[in-house]
């Protein structure tokens, strides 16, 4: 039996509720499969989309008042929560399965004086034409930026995640073999004043949310899943190649020479790193949805090895 850590990408769940109830169903079906041979399973899945749309529908409503993003995560941390532990639910009722799962609003902890919070990078919400994106910026004093030739898109603070304030609690349902859902979105951002904790306008990488969960439940394998099934060097060039089992050197020069976008595939790449660095003989993936099953076999994808 091995503990698994699994990130869903945000941008894989819809565009809308309906969209995502559905996309779900076949997102399940891979996890279930997973419980199924007696794993242990902690889901961390994104929001960048969600918390975009929470936090523009509030800004722009005439009779409800501007939402913080902090609060615009725990929205979406519960509402992506719900659908995601209804469709594992409903999957291991299917297979006789009877194990609950927990959704758990999950505040992580981010040092104040990152120096991330003067540089915002994280992009959240809907993708917008340059116009729409300067009228945005008039309007709300935002940045917005361009995203991977898809358009523009706001972006927010990206604080590194320190801690896990509820780490004890996801022990503690994973003790009592209960699948976890956690740190969604990355968690709601909080730092750490006077024995207090106050939550701060950011948005967390999830990717290096997961990797901080796998290491403080001490998992085996981290798992990312996204839309692409392995992680390329010289993307969409004419010499590119895709990567399967690399080690920790060969990743660290990839990155020094500026292989994978930022805010799209290198904070992938930098939180299998983590992981695997910080925990010897231990394992982390890339690989798509499409190729979950394999991926948790380690049978695809890219695999990250100390």
Not at 114 to 128: A, C, H
Not at 187 to 206: S, T
Not at 238 to 251: A, D, R, S
Not at 280 to 292: D, F, N, Q, R, Y
């Amino acid at each position: 039996m091995s503990r698994y850590v699994i990130s869903l990408g945000g941008n894989a769940l819809g565009n809308n509720p309906e969209e995502q109830k559905q996309l779900l169903v076949s997102v399940a079906a891979p996890i279930v499969s997973l419980i199924k041979q007696g794993h242990e399973v902690v889901i961390v899945h994104g929001n960048g989309p969600q918390v975009g749309m929470i936090n523009l529908a509030f800004s722009e409503s005439t009779s409800a008042p501007d939402m913080p993003l902090p609060e615009c995560g725990a929205m979406s941390q519960g509402y992506i929560g719900f659908h995601l532990q209804n469709a594992i639910h409903n999957a291991l009722s299917e297979q006789g399965l009877e194990k609950q799962v927990a959704t758990l609003v999950t505040q992580v902890v981010v040092d104040e004086h990152d120096p991330r919070f003067q540089n915002p990078t994280k992009p959240v919400g809907s993708f917008y034409s340059k116009e729409q994106s300067e009228q945005i910026v008039a309007k709300e004093h935002c940045v917005m930026k361009e995203d991977s030739g898809r358009g523009y898109r706001r972006v927010v603070a990206s604080p590194l995640p320190v801690d896990v304030v509820e780490k004890s609690m996801i022990l503690s349902l994973l003790k009592n073999h209960h699948v976890v859902i956690c740190a969604g979105g990355g968690g709601i951002p909080v730092i750490r004043e006077a024995g207090h904790l106050r939550g701060v306008a950011a948005v967390i990488d999830k990717d290096f949310a997961s990797a901080k969960v796998a290491e403080l439940v001490n998992a085996d394998i981290l798992v990312i899943l996204t839309a692409v099934n392995h992680v390329y060097v010289n993307f969409n060039k004419p010499n590119q190649k895709k990567l399967e089992m690399v080690g920790i050197e060969e990743m660290e020069g990839y990155i020094a020479e500026d292989q994978f976008a930022k805010g799209s595939m290198l904070p992938k790449v930098q939180a299998c790193l983590s992981f695997v660095k910080s925990h010897p003989h231990k394992t982390a993936v890339i690989s798509s949805l499409e190729k979950a099953v394999e991926a948790f076999e380690k049978k695809t994808g890219t695999i990250f090895v100390s």
